[in-house]
């Protein structure tokens, strides 16, 4: 058998998505495509790869086999381009940078500084909270409240953030009495969200009710409650910095979250990862008191409790 690289990363991206649709999507192909590709690779191996049945397509005991050796050869070219891309010694080029979008939005607010500081490098910044595949180089950096059980990836604690309960001067109390929390307007995480720090403590303190407006989004939530939409937990380096929030009370001592920075151990000595892992290092140190909330007062006119 002589099988190109293409037709086994179209068999590959199929054995996992199940589909034709989906690994069309996945590969940025035609549907008819991967049904064509796999059909002459079945031929030229001369054994069924797949059981085609009604709703998804299952390897056989043959697509078991060649799928192991498959995945193996993927595993050595991303290894290599990883590598080839650590060959460079220069400090430019593209690094591109995923976090939740909380801390995108930090990050945001500080990219010309950073910009100003590393002129030849180009940020590509991404807002999402799932973990991307950094072995298959999805981002080349991540920041993230999780760290993968993964052997080659590499975790750096950059900060433990602190949150706190913030809403609108014009409704914001100096604190929440435990009857006051079940009469005032909340904004919070719909139910596919709950795990968002502060969202199962808030939940408890209504008695297993939910916020009267809800969302999926952290910048969602904090521009509802600074159009005064009702009162929200935040995290501190969203809510002090923000004229348009008062900060109900001090940090809420049992909500919190570590941030993570992850990447790839085969990209953490390419010149220009390295440097921007090392500005970000140097951003969380110099902004650990406002991720700590230990800065209120400084954008916010908070009241304390």
């Given at each position: 058998?002589?099988?190109?690289?293409?037709?086994?990363?179209?068999?590959?991206?199929?054995?996992?998505?199940?589909?034709?649709?989906?690994?069309?999507?996945?590969?940025?192909?035609?549907?008819?495509?991967?049904?064509?590709?796999?059909?002459?690779?079945?031929?030229?191996?001369?054994?069924?790869?797949?059981?085609?049945?009604?709703?998804?397509?299952?390897?056989?005991?043959?697509?078991?086999?060649?799928?192991?050796?498959?995945?193996?050869?993927?595993?050595?070219?991303?290894?290599?381009?990883?590598?080839?891309?650590?060959?460079?010694?220069?400090?430019?080029?593209?690094?591109?940078?995923?976090?939740?979008?909380?801390?995108?939005?930090?990050?945001?607010?500080?990219?010309?500084?950073?910009?100003?500081?590393?002129?030849?490098?180009?940020?590509?910044?991404?807002?999402?909270?799932?973990?991307?595949?950094?072995?298959?180089?999805?981002?080349?950096l991540q920041i993230?409240?999780?760290?993968?059980?993964?052997?080659?990836?590499?975790?750096?604690?950059?900060?433990?953030?602190?949150?706190?309960?913030?809403?609108?001067?014009?409704?914001?109390?100096?604190?929440?009495?435990?009857?006051?929390?079940?009469?005032?307007?909340?904004?919070?995480?719909?139910?596919?969200?709950?795990?968002?720090?502060?969202?199962?403590?808030?939940?408890?303190?209504?008695?297993g009710g939910r916020?009267?407006?809800?969302?999926?989004?952290?910048?969602?939530?904090?521009?509802?409650?600074?159009?005064?939409?009702g009162y929200a937990?935040?995290?501190?380096?969203?809510?002090?910095?923000?004229?348009?929030?008062?900060?109900?009370?001090?940090?809420?001592?049992?909500?919190?979250?570590?941030?993570?920075?992850?990447?790839?151990?085969?990209?953490?000595?390419?010149?220009?990862?390295?440097?921007?892992?090392?500005?970000?290092?140097?951003?969380?140190?110099?902004?650990?008191?406002?991720?700590?909330?230990?800065?209120?007062?400084?954008?916010?006119?908070?009241?304390?409790?």
């Open positions: 058998m002589n099988a190109n690289w293409d037709d086994l990363r179209i068999f590959l991206t199929l054995a996992r998505e199940g589909t034709l649709t989906t690994a069309a999507k996945s590969l940025g192909v035609s549907h008819p495509t991967v049904a064509r590709r796999v059909a002459a690779l079945e031929q030229q191996i001369g054994a069924r790869l797949f059981e085609r049945l009604p709703d998804r397509f299952v390897p056989t005991s043959a697509g078991e086999a060649l799928l192991e050796d498959t995945e193996a050869m993927e595993n050595a070219a991303l290894s290599i381009h990883r590598r080839s891309a650590g060959l460079s010694d220069t400090v430019s080029g593209v690094v591109r940078l995923s976090a939740g979008e909380e801390i995108s939005a930090l990050l945001a607010s500080h990219l010309p500084e950073l910009r100003a500081r590393l002129t030849q490098i180009e940020f590509e910044l991404s807002a999402r909270h799932t973990l991307l595949n950094l072995s298959r180089r999805e981002a080349d993230s409240e999780r760290t993968p059980d993964m052997a080659d990836i590499v975790a750096r604690k950059l900060a433990r953030t602190a949150y706190a309960i913030y809403a609108h001067p014009s409704i914001a109390v100096a604190r929440l009495s435990p009857s006051a929390f079940k009469s005032v307007p909340w904004v919070g995480f719909d139910d596919d969200h709950t795990r968002m720090p502060g969202q199962r403590w808030l939940q408890e303190r209504l008695d916020p009267a407006i809800r969302s999926n989004n952290w910048l969602v939530v904090r521009e509802t409650a600074r159009a005064a939409g937990i935040l995290p501190c380096y969203l809510g002090d910095a923000d004229p348009q929030l008062q900060r109900v009370g001090n940090p809420i001592a049992d909500v919190f979250a570590d941030q993570w920075l992850l990447v790839h151990r085969d990209l953490r000595a390419l010149p220009r990862v390295r440097a921007v892992m090392d500005a970000v290092i140097d951003l969380f140190q110099r902004e650990r008191p406002l991720m700590e909330g230990r800065m209120a007062g400084a954008g916010n006119r908070e009241r304390r409790s």
